[in-house]
């Protein structure tokens, strides 16, 4: 009976190719239409008696189809791996019998992954208690947490210094001071699908690094972190663009699966070892360490052209011109078929009537076209007219394809970073920041002229200053105060025509602009005054605001927690300030766009005419 049932289960899916590759079925795309109740499907299913029998309800007002009982059956039958030719076809890993690709039950699985962390941090030496928005519980609180927001201290910076502005052009270089996934979502509104290239640097989560959250779920929870932000980037990003990221090995291969998920693993373009040192690095037990990943996936590899660097003299030291062709240097190439079983395989006479036989693969043009070849001099005879010879010009060819494994030579080292920095500020002002010949090499092969560069990890500013000596559209993103004291003021001195870095290879002469603007700090603006506070009594008058204008938690009473507790005075300083941080609402850290006409926050004309004009809503002018 069962035999019989399967022969009829086949006969109906045999009408649907989209759900086979040759013998095998595609169980998980079956899976998924099945529970995106496709009717054409379903329906199909059901016009079989003996499914209908098997696999429905008769119920007074119809059918009701047992569909998990149905993908029960098709998750543990054998019976759909019978063919042998999946097992010619290809190699691979498999689960349950089946290949990776055709299967969803090998993924990389974490706690928290279905969730969204709330809130950041505005210093990186102070950590907090994790809050996890479940995408389906939580939905409204997430979509206020990711709701566009308002953007205050707009001001424009040019070789004449700052201004204030209240129009956002098209072309604008952009900087934004806060937390960065609030920051991307903000950012959908104008640039989706515009973004060629991202590069980001993350903290590696290595326990040394800015990463200082929950000791308990750190793993997990820096995968939620960096999950939040990659599929938002993920919108941003041009369909003909990539992302490269920047990793130690703490993290690399977790994050290359969750990128596979995300970006899908048919995108993964390459992992780039960057030699980042030349020092031996004593304090590695086993193996002395001196590179980072660079981790490159495209948002649609089908749509992409390749990646080129410029041809080196290295590439070109072959090619001469014996012979004075007037289509310049020339390098002999090969006239032999590049197919195996190409069978054009005739013989070629020269002048003198030396008879030229076909080599073993076979010619690689017709003897028409070889013919014409020899008429144009695209192909000579050799001086002892033993063969032929093709001409490979210099003039033809394009770029080279660049290679995997970069050392300093071309992409700098982290000591190179730090003097740079140290060129700019007088002192060491980064723990580790990346050199400017690796970022010049990154967006030279990644991206033209003109293109959006965004970086929202944006650090000491680097991505940005090489964006702007390379004429290319950046935007960055940083949450940490830093951006004021070092992002920002470098920029500028990139704009006053600096010659570090890149700046002589490029022959940057300094120009350009960019727009700076902060997100609206609400509960924001209460967390940095905590954290800013150097004893008790300096946070008294934080809980006096916090008490008449913060977004607390609805769970927690702010007068109990600090006038009528006794405990709460007892406690360290630090203690208080965590107890503290734990009160605010964190979902609440900035201001929707939505709120932007409420009386109660007092925008002025001018903020209001700036976001009309970033978010290009009604009323907006735009440049």
């Given at each position: 009976m069962e035999t019989k049932l399967l022969q009829e289960i086949h006969k109906v899916l045999s009408g649907f190719p989209e759900y086979w590759d040759g013998d095998t079925l595609l169980k998980n795309k079956l899976i998924e239409e099945i529970r995106s109740y496709n009717e054409t499907v379903i329906e199909a299913l059901l016009s079989n008696e003996l499914v209908k029998n098997t696999y429905s309800i008769k119920l007074t007002s119809g059918l009701l189809f047992k569909s998990e009982v149905f993908i029960s059956m098709l998750r543990y039958k054998n019976y759909w791996d019978n063919s042998y030719t999946k097992y010619t076809n290809e190699?691979?890993?498999?689960?349950?019998?089946?290949?990776?690709?055709?299967?969803?039950?090998?993924?990389?699985?974490?706690?928290?992954?279905?969730?969204?962390?709330?809130?950041?941090?505005?210093?990186?030496?102070?950590?907090?208690?994790?809050?996890?928005?479940?995408?389906?519980?939580?939905?409204?609180?997430?979509?206020?947490?990711?709701?566009?927001?308002?953007?205050?201290?707009?001001?424009?910076?040019?070789?004449?210094?700052?201004?204030?502005?209240?129009?956002?052009?098209?072309?604008?270089?952009?900087?934004?001071?806060?937390?960065?996934?609030?920051?991307?979502?903000?950012?959908?509104?104008?640039?989706?699908?515009?973004?060629?290239?991202?590069?980001?640097?993350?903290?590696?989560?290595?326990?040394?690094?800015?990463?200082?959250?929950?000791?308990?779920?750190?793993?997990?929870?820096?995968?939620?972190?960096?999950?939040?932000?990659?599929?938002?980037?993920?919108?941003?990003?041009?369909?003909?663009?990539?992302?490269?990221?920047?990793?130690?090995?703490?993290?690399?291969?977790?994050?290359?699966?969750?990128?596979?998920?995300?970006?899908?693993?048919?995108?993964?373009?390459?992992?780039?070892?960057?030699?980042?040192?030349?020092?031996?690095?004593?304090?590695?037990?086993?193996?002395?360490?001196?590179?980072?990943?660079?981790?490159?996936?495209a948002k649609n590899k089908e749509t992409m052209k390749p990646f080129e660097l410029p041809r080196t003299d290295e590439d070109n030291k072959n090619y001469r011109n014996p012979d004075n062709d007037p289509k310049g240097l020339w390098r002999a190439g090969d006239v032999r078929s590049p197919n195996l079983r190409q069978t054009l395989k005739f013989n070629i006479e020269s002048p003198d009537g030396t008879i030229i036989h076909p080599p073993e693969n076979g010619w690689r043009w017709s003897k028409e076209s070889i013919e014409e070849k020899i008429k144009t001099k695209e192909i000579i005879f050799k001086p002892d007219n033993s063969g032929i010879i093709r001409k490979i010009y210099l003039s033809d060819q394009s770029g080279r394809t660049p290679e995997n494994i970069w050392d300093s030579t071309d992409s700098g080292t982290t000591r190179e970073a730090n003097s740079e920095l140290k060129a700019l500020f007088g002192q060491s002002v980064f723990s580790t920041p990346k050199p400017e010949k690796l970022l010049r090499k990154i967006i030279q092969i990644a991206s033209e002229e003109n293109d959006i560069v965004l970086d929202f990890f944006l650090g000491t500013g680097t991505t940005a200053a090489v964006a702007m000596k390379m004429n290319r559209q950046f935007i960055g993103i940083e949450q940490m105060d830093y951006i004021n004291s070092v992002s920002v003021p470098r920029l500028q001195k990139v704009i006053e025509g600096e010659q570090g870095g890149i700046s002589e290879e490029v022959n940057w002469q300094g120009g350009g602009s960019f727009v700076y603007a902060e997100l609206y700090r609400l509960n924001e603006e209460f967390l940095h005054g905590i954290q800013a506070c150097q004893n008790s009594d300096e946070l008294e008058p934080v809980i006096d605001h916090m008490k008449k204008a913060a977004y607390l938690n609805f769970k927690v009473d702010l007068e109990k927690v600090t006038a009528e507790n006794e405990n709460f005075q007892e406690l360290s300083l630090e203690e208080q300030k965590d107890v503290l941080i734990q009160v605010l609402d964190l979902n609440q850290l900035y201001l929707n766009y939505s709120e932007i006409e409420d009386s109660q926050y007092d925008i002025s004309d001018s903020v209001k005419a700036f976001n009309y004009s970033f978010y290009q809503k009604e009323g907006a002018t735009n440049e």
């Open positions: 190699v691979g890993l498999t689960s349950e019998g089946k290949y990776l690709k055709y299967n969803t039950d090998v993924v990389l699985d974490f706690p928290h992954k279905d969730a969204v962390l709330e809130g950041g941090m505005t210093k990186e030496d102070v950590g907090k208690r994790e809050v996890y928005y479940h995408n389906v519980i939580a939905k409204e609180e997430i979509d206020t947490l990711f709701s566009s927001k308002i953007l205050r201290n707009v001001k424009k910076l040019d070789e004449r210094g700052e201004k204030d502005i209240d129009v956002f052009s098209e072309k604008e270089n952009l900087i934004l001071k806060g937390n960065n996934l609030i920051a991307l979502h903000s950012l959908k509104e104008r640039y989706a699908g515009k973004v060629k290239l991202i590069y980001i640097d993350p903290p590696y989560n290595t326990g040394g690094d800015s990463f200082r959250y929950n000791d308990r779920f750190n793993h997990s929870t820096w995968l939620t972190f960096m999950k939040n932000r990659l599929e938002a980037a993920k919108d941003l990003l041009a369909e003909n663009g990539s992302i490269w990221i920047n990793i130690d090995n703490n993290e690399s291969h977790y994050l290359n699966v969750l990128l596979d998920s995300i970006f899908e693993k048919e995108n993964f373009i390459a992992d780039v070892i960057w030699n980042h040192t030349k020092q031996s690095k004593n304090d590695e037990r086993f193996f002395s360490r001196h590179y980072n990943h660079l981790l490159v996936y």
